[in-house]
């Protein structure tokens, strides 16, 4: 299996480059902004034909270079369809302060072949299995890409602005909702191995076991999950991603 993730853009957004193997077919995940440059060398470096983009959530730091990595390579893109309007209007999922501070004449368009996920599907693409999981809280529509363990390496999520390591994604933007993230959390990661490597849209990997032990918004999901859904408080939550 090959991973390689670089840091895309001023959002600092984790851009990931997945394959069998060097010199295989590939899966782009969250290409951000000013992607397109790193991510060229990296499928040059590594021989690699990509054959679709997956995007973990619609804000404009995870999806800023969709369009044009699709238009290049011709390839398509999937999102869940709660969060697809806004690859071409990412400012459906700002603050409206953000919206006229960042959107200075820039326009956004969907690429020509979009594809809407499906929670519990697997996607077979460049030769992986890859799991959709439904994870809203952060936006309406968020998921996480998660894949096998093998006899190499443990299973892995895509956590996209679900979970970082020690905290979580910010609910405070339009389609947020911070009892809705708690759940996710507790529906999608508490039952993972703890050994399943978390490569989030933000900051350093982690593991579920890591989180489950230390981050403390894991800690208050389980505890709810364990008193009911009726326990879930509202509240702003963190404010880690845009």
């Known amino acids: 299996m090959l991973i390689a993730g670089f840091p895309a853009g001023s959002f600092q957004t984790n851009c990931y480059v997945v394959a069998p193997a060097a010199g295989e077919e590939c899966v782009i995940v969250d290409p951000g902004q000013n992607a397109v440059g790193d991510l060229d060398d990296v499928l040059r470096e590594h021989r690699l034909k990509p054959v679709a983009v997956l995007v973990t959530h619609g804000h404009i730091d995870h999806m800023w270079s969709v369009a044009p990595v699709c238009g290049a390579r011709g390839v398509p893109a999937w999102i869940h369809p709660e969060d697809r309007e806004l690859l071409s209007d990412p400012g459906k999922g700002l603050s409206t302060a953000t919206r006229q501070q960042m959107f200075g004449g820039l326009t956004f368009t969907e690429p020509d072949d979009v594809r809407e996920l499906v929670d ?123």
């Open 120 to 242: 519990g599907e697997v996607l077979r693409l460049a030769g992986m299995d890859l799991t959709v999981d439904h994870t809203p809280g952060h936006t309406r529509g968020s998921v996480t890409f998660r894949l096998p363990s093998t006899e190499e390496i443990p299973d892995v999520m895509f956590s996209g602005d679900l979970l970082f390591a020690g905290s979580i994604g910010r609910t405070d933007l339009p389609g947020g909702d911070y009892p809705t993230i708690l759940r996710s959390l507790a529906v999608k990661c508490l039952p993972l191995p703890e050994d399943t490597v978390v490569l989030p849209g933000h900051g350093p990997q982690t593991t579920i076991g890591h989180e489950r032990a230390t981050n403390p918004y894991m800690a208050e999901a389980e505890a709810a999950s364990s008193a009911g859904s009726g326990s879930l408080r509202h509240g702003r939550g963190p404010t880690r991603g845009l």
